[in-house]
């Protein structure tokens, strides 16, 4: 039992208690900001502090086992490529916290469990980062996913939300049994449960193992909304409150990621023959559906919800890439994806607080009341899309050279073409707000939005014409892993 | 001065107008426009500058800037000019402080209008002096999004709505690039190891000469960066955006959009698909002659059909770039420095048409040459606008049209005999449509409707005399523009005699 190894862990759950306590000592007309203030300071801190854990190059004399890096044997890993999704976990927290103020403030009833929820959903997602056994992983998903439940049905005076956290306890738990299934039936035939023996067992080649590991990809395919376990997100991501929908979109998927990621590639290495097919189908699939079902949409919150889908799909060509430049790739593009998002995100929080709703007519007029907030969704949302000078370009790039060095060219045809089509979409939104006539006030904005908003914008550019910094973490995150 | 980022700053002088503008109050609409013109002046002086102290005896990349950027994907922040970018960096300096000034009445949010402007111009010049593809492919699509956005909020709905032409001209530049992009990843795996691979231009040209790239490889990778560079240059059949979209654009987006942007394309051609895929362009060569010649003649002839001087404007730049593509199908110097040359003077030219037919249409919301008659009358500076244009359009000696076109003709007739006389054909119908649009709106019997508005004056008149002087100089002193590219193309002789036997598309039609 090393307890140094988990202290974010033990961390991000003291910060959640303490949210408890003081929502219970605040009166109940006082503002709850104070929490999120005292919260966000202290991630941040512990966010620059996370730099100094991570670990150089891999160093042989060490061996592969380095003790000091494992909490109770094997069963959970805090390696560099675990610190690095924690550290993009807690930056889609911090700048949700952000922009979230306000909206936590006049739209939700239960604002200090908001905080706590937060907290609790952030802490499944580190444990879903770090989880090597197939155990570990199911806890981290679920106090991820219920804590989401409750986060998504938080605007308690919503039909919308509440129906879209109807619809996500039942999806999400029809998921959950069926990689639940899955497991059980790997653990049958292999006996065990934990990725490093699950790898060299060569019973995983019989069909028991086969269902078992198909079962448990189809549950990671519904966390990841990719095509066909879609249909829950559309849905979801409008009914949820929008500080939500953002970590649903960046944290979320992102935890995901992570989990799957290694799931492939330390417990099922040995039968890429198997999945690699199946995901570079998938990924192409989503590419191209999520992308033209998004063109359709007339709601900003609905169209980003199938977009997510596209990059999904766009994340996975790194993973089928299946080296250590492909997951450089996906871990580089989650990240930007978090900036991409919280800009897109925070702007919709203030149009939908504003007019009651995200739909092209409510954003119609934006660069006349708000011209940061139109320039600010502009810019995150061609990001998204992988237009330069934003960070979407140069991940795109690392995505599509990643998965063209192993011999897929057709994916990076797909993934080029698509996300070029994906600019009609996203530029009807632009068009809206440039063109449609405003109501002619401008509108305030709170010193809190402004900052999440600039600087994720900042970050968003700042990445697209400098990569180098991200790069070099990334690399180092990638490289230690796959040793 | 060895030392002085010269090109850097050029680069950089829009984009920190670009930055300025964001503190400037949009009520002082004058210092706006001046923070752009002192911007773009200062760049024009020192492209002049370089262009005059550019060593035309050493030859090669001169003004050289090299910064490591991204050093995981061999990313070099590496700037530098030479005999072919450094007239493409001087059309774009000339057409950037034309466009500035004929936006000079915007009056409809004018510093939005002007921030965009100079992303836009910052970003065509990025194209020119980059010597890495990186840096090339990241300032060739950020032009895409401010063009739209000045589209659908400053253009004007003729035929087409303005959200429609922009939506077609955004989108179909897009999808070109997207083939771009795949050939461009190709291209950058196949050419180097994993751990030596780099996007400077000059060692991907290098690996070329090498072997690293199968003849069936940069066949295929040329074939992909023809489909969006030529998309770009408005090859048939990807042209259709262009007339559309230039009609549907404000005044100095059709400028830098018919005068430069699509020059990247043709640029982009030889930088990127000459030489480095030499194999590829030779074979594609005969295909490239054979859309050359439709885009000639088809263009010329639907331009016959036009009323609205936009898209005869429009649908003349696309015949004009079939005297481009024809110089580089041809593949020999002469040919090539004609294309070059030939880029060189379609930019000024059709800069200064829109130049004009954006003043006329300013002041009397005509620009149909059925409504307009006889502006010369009223208008003699305008007049005098057009008239140089259009004689620069159709060819006439001593004024800057002539020496490229004839230099493609002389160069290409050896090589594609066919083609070549077809192309020449293609001028009469040049002539028919330029005399005949002049004429009717120029000449003849003075129209009362049109005395009430005035001739261009003052900053009015800048455009022209910008964009007037580069025409009729470079005119008169052809041997500035042609000793500048051709210097540029010699280098690519040894390249050129290199591919002289390798095999064709369709055994190398004639």
Redesign the interface.
Same mark, same amino acid.
């Given at each position: 039992m090393n307890f140094a190894v988990i202290n974010t862990e033990i961390f991000i759950l003291a910060l959640g208690l303490f949210a408890v306590v003081m929502d219970l000592i605040l009166p109940r007309n006082e503002s709850h900001k104070s929490i999120g203030a005292v919260l966000i300071f202290s991630l941040t801190a512990w966010l620059l502090y996370m730099f100094t854990m991570y670990t150089g190059p891999f160093d042989p004399t060490l061996g592969f086992m380095s003790p000091d890096r494992y909490f109770t044997k094997t069963l959970y890993i805090v390696d560099n490529y675990a610190l690095f999704f924690k550290q993009l976990f807690i930056v889609a927290v911090i700048f949700t916290m952000l922009f979230a103020s306000d909206y936590v403030q006049s739209v939700l009833r239960y604002k200090g469990e908001f905080y706590a929820i937060l907290m609790l959903a952030l802490l499944g997602m580190c444990v879903l980062a770090s989880a090597n056994d197939f155990l570990t992983l199911f806890i981290g998903l679920e106090l991820m996913t219920i804590s989401f439940y409750i986060l998504v049905g938080a605007r308690m005076s919503s039909k919308d939300s509440s129906e879209a956290a109807v619809k996500y306890l039942i999806v999400g738990s029809v998921s959950t049994a069926v990689m639940l299934y899955g497991i059980s039936l790997v653990y049958g035939s292999v006996g065990s449960i934990q990725f490093f023996e699950v790898c060299r067992n060569p019973h995983l080649f019989y069909p028991t193992g086969i269902v078992g590991i198909t079962l448990i990809m189809v549950g990671f395919f519904f966390k990841l909304s990719i095509i066909p376990f879609h249909m829950w997100a559309p849905d979801v991501y409008q009914g949820a409150p929008t500080p939500v929908t953002a970590l649903l979109a960046m944290g979320s998927k992102a935890a995901g990621i992570a989990a799957f990621m290694r799931a492939l590639y330390v417990a099922f290495p040995m039968l890429g023959m198997y999945w690699l097919p199946i995901l570079s189908f998938l990924a192409a699939i989503c590419m191209v559906f999520g992308n033209i079902m998004a063109i359709k949409q007339r709601d900003v919150k609905r169209m980003l919800a199938y977009s997510s889908i596209a990059q999904a799909g766009y994340m996975m060509v790194g993973i089928i890439a299946a080296d250590v430049a492909g997951m450089k790739a996906v871990m580089f593009y989650a990240m930007l994806y978090v900036f991409a998002n919280v800009g897109a995100f925070a702007v919709l929080s203030v149009v939908e607080a504003k007019k009651g709703s995200t739909s092209h007519d409510a954003m119609s007029g934006l +660069?006349q009341s708000a011209?940061v907030l139109a320039a600010v969704m502009?810019i995150s949302l =061609?990001s998204m899309a992988g &237009? $330069? $000078?934003t960070a979407g /370009? #140069?991940g795109k790039? @690392?995505l /599509?050279?990643a998965v063209?060095?192993q011999g897929y060219?057709w994916l990076?045809?797909v993934g /080029?073409?698509m +996300?070029? &089509?994906s600019?009609?979409y996203y530029?009807l939104v632009?068009?809206a707000m @440039? =063109?449609g006539k405003g109501d002619g006030d401008k509108w305030v904005i709170s010193g809190a939005m402004r900052a999440a908003v600039v600087l994720s914008v900042v970050a968003t550019i700042l990445f697209g014409?400098?990569? *180098?910094k991200l #790069? *070099?973490l990334t690399?180092l995150a990638a490289s230690t892993f796959l040793q | 001065m060895a030392s002085f980022p010269l090109l850097t700053s050029v680069l950089l002088a829009p984009i920190a107008a670009a930055i300025l503008l964001c503190f400037v109050s949009a009520k002082s609409v004058q210092s706006v426009r001046v923070i752009c013109a002192t911007a773009m002046s200062v760049g024009l002086l020192l492209t002049v500058y370089a262009f005059f102290s550019y060593d035309l005896s050493a030859g090669g990349m001169q003004f050289v800037e090299d910064v490591p950027w991204i050093k995981d994907l061999g990313v070099h922040y590496a700037l530098g000019v030479d005999g072919i970018s450094l007239p493409m960096l001087l059309l774009t300096e000339l057409i950037g402080l034309a466009a500035v000034f004929s936006s000079w009445s915007i009056e409809k949010r004018p510093k939005e209008f002007y921030i965009l402007l100079m992303i836009l111009i910052a970003g065509v010049t990025g194209t020119f002096i980059a010597r890495d593809l990186f840096i090339f492919l990241l300032c060739y699509e950020v032009v895409v999004i401010p063009i739209y956005i000045m589209v659908i909020i400053w253009g004007s709905t003729k035929r087409v709505s303005k959200e429609y032409a922009g939506m077609k001209l955004t989108i179909y530049l897009l999808m070109g690039s997207a083939f771009m992009l795949v050939g461009v990843v190709a291209l950058y795996l196949q050419a180097f190891p994993p751990e030596m691979r780099t996007f400077d231009m000059q060692a991907l040209a290098q690996a070329a000469a090498m072997g690293h790239f199968s003849e069936g490889f940069q066949i295929f990778a040329f074939f992909l960066l023809l489909l969006g560079f030529g998309s770009l240059l408005s090859m048939f059949p990807f042209h259709s955006w262009s007339p559309d979209g230039y009609a549907g654009a404000p005044t100095a987006v059709s400028m830098i959009h018919a005068g430069v942007l699509k020059k990247i394309g043709g640029y982009g051609l030889i930088r990127l698909g000459l030489l480095v895929l030499p194999l590829g362009a030779k074979f594609w060569g005969p295909l490239i002659a054979g859309l050359a010649m439709i885009n000639v003649m088809y263009a010329a002839y639907i331009a016959l059909a036009q009323h609205d001087l936009k898209y005869v404007i429009g649908y003349s730049s696309v015949s004009h770039m079939g005297y481009v593509l024809l110089g580089f199908a041809a593949l020999n110097v002469v040919s090539i420095s004609g294309a070059v040359a030939n880029m060189v003077a379609h930019g000024v030219m059709s800069a200064l048409f829109f130049a004009m037919i954006g003043y006329v249409y300013e002041r009397t919301h005509m620009r149909s040459v059925k409504e307009l008659r006889g502006l010369a009358h009223q208008m003699p500076r305008v007049a005098t606008g057009f008239m140089l244009a259009g004689m620069a359009s159709l060819g006439l000696p001593g004024l800057i049209g002539f020496m490229p076109e004839f230099t493609i003709f002389v160069g290409s007739f050896s090589v594609y005999p066919v083609f070549a006389v077809v192309a020449i054909a293609g001028i009469i119908f040049t002539a028919l449509y330029t005399l005949r649009m002049l004429a009717k709106i120029l000449f003849g019997p003075r129209d009362s409707r049109f005395d009430k508005f005035e001739d261009a004056k003052g900053v009015a008149m800048m455009p022209l005399i910008i964009l007037g002087i580069a025409l009729v100089g470079f005119g008169i002193f052809p041997q500035l523009l042609m000793g500048m590219v051709g210097s540029g193309t010699e280098q690519l002789l040894p390249l050129l005699d290199r591919i002289a036997d390798a095999p064709a598309f369709l055994g190398g039609v004639r």
């Open positions: +660069s011209p502009t =061609l &237009i $330069p $000078p /370009f #140069a790039l @690392y /599509f050279t063209v060095d060219l990076a045809f /080029f073409v +996300s070029m &089509i600019v009609y530029l632009a068009k @440039y =063109l014409v400098w990569p *180098e #790069a *070099e690399n | -």
